[in-house]
């Protein structure tokens, strides 16, 4: 009998509350689990495979297909790494891939990266998620939050209209004052002819940063905006797709943002991440990580590995509750961290 074997299952995610972004409200999102087997220990690695439709560059009508071919190359050539296997093009397989060998070689115990974290010594810092809504709603969500121990908010913006949007932050910071640090996401909402006007008013409530202000790909404006702009930029799906220290040094040196916000299952996994670290740390930028959505077993992977780092920022990592019916692994946020707790 072979020592090495692989197989993967569907695991689709339904949100508990519809999630409202400036690309629409999902209800539910496609995950798969990717198993890696060690037959003669019995241990399991499962790594997750999450895509986010109209967002991951991974071909949804082919991850199968390609899942397929990785589970095939495992088997066949008892090689866990599937080397023949090319997955440039699917990235969150990469992560998944990459998971599920880091938590097989732990004996299969979702222990991937050995720290205080992984421990339950200590919980990670994270910001609390505001979803696109009503402004009434999005108020009440961040009370919530507040109230939770939540010190850094992130409100999601683009989906409504922006005038509501700036009386609702202005009520915030009227609301909780100081006490609060305000990060915005608008998933590159804004039209080039308004971005800077909008980022003007904005810059009146005191706000950390803004993720993603235009959409991806025109790095001259970016470059401008990141230059002008009275509100620190952070880049998200601007590094979606870009691989090798040579292409993400050019768009760090084109743009020069203040933050980038890292993503591993969009980004291609733990090596290619550390790579935009090793590039952002060389250029003085700023950098958080988030999830892409993924269930439990994503999550607790990258929160296992940002912990290696000791951030001193808050991470997005804040999701675990927003599905009903995520996979059972130990994460428990409390007072504005999050926790591994056995």
Not at 8 to 18: G, H, R
Request: glycine share 8%; hydrophobic share 40%.
């Amino acid at each position: 009998m072979k020592r090495f074997s692989a197989s993967f299952e569907p695991f689709l995610l339904k949100f508990i509350k519809p999630a409202g972004t400036s690309r629409g409200f999902l209800l539910e999102k496609p995950s798969w689990l990717l198993k890696i087997r060690d037959n003669e220990s019995g241990a399991e690695g499962i790594g997750e495979c999450s895509i986010i439709p109209g967002l991951s560059i991974d071909d949804e009508k082919h991850v199968e297909d390609k899942l397929s071919e990785l589970c095939k190359s495992i088997h066949e050539n008892q090689d866990i790494e599937a080397h023949d296997v090319d997955l440039h093009k699917y990235p969150a397989i990469q992560f998944a891939k990459e998971t599920a060998i880091l938590d097989l070689a732990g004996g299969g115990k979702k222990i991937l990266f050995n720290n205080p974290f992984s421990r339950g010594e200590q919980g990670i810092l994270i910001n609390g998620l505001v979803w696109m809504a009503h402004p009434d709603d999005m108020l009440k969500q961040a009370e919530e939050k507040f109230k939770n121990g939540y010190r850094t908010l992130k409100f999601k913006i683009g989906a409504i209209d922006f005038q509501s949007e700036l009386n609702l932050i202005k009520t915030v910071r009227d609301h909780f004052g100081s006490e609060i640090e305000i990060r915005l996401d608008a998933n590159g909402a804004f039209s080039d002819r308004e971005v800077m006007s909008n980022l003007d008013r904005l810059s009146k409530f005191q706000i950390h940063s803004i993720e993603q202000p235009i959409s991806a790909g025109n790095w001259k404006l970016m470059a401008l905006i990141c230059k002008e702009s009275p509100i620190p930029v952070a880049l998200d799906e601007e590094l979606i797709g870009i691989y090798g220290l040579t292409h993400k040094s050019e768009l760090l040196e084109a743009i020069q943002p203040q933050y980038i916000i890292l993503k591993p299952s969009l980004l291609g996994g733990f090596k290619e991440t550390d790579a935009w670290i090793f590039i952002a740390e060389k250029y003085g930028t700023g950098w958080w990580a988030t999830s892409a959505l993924e269930s439990n077993v994503g999550l607790n992977a990258i929160a296992q590995w940002v912990a290696q780092k000791s951030p001193a920022l808050a991470q997005g990592l804040g999701t675990g509750s927003l599905f009903s019916n995520n996979y059972r692994i130990p994460l428990k946020t409390l007072n504005g961290k999050l926790w591994f707790v056995w």
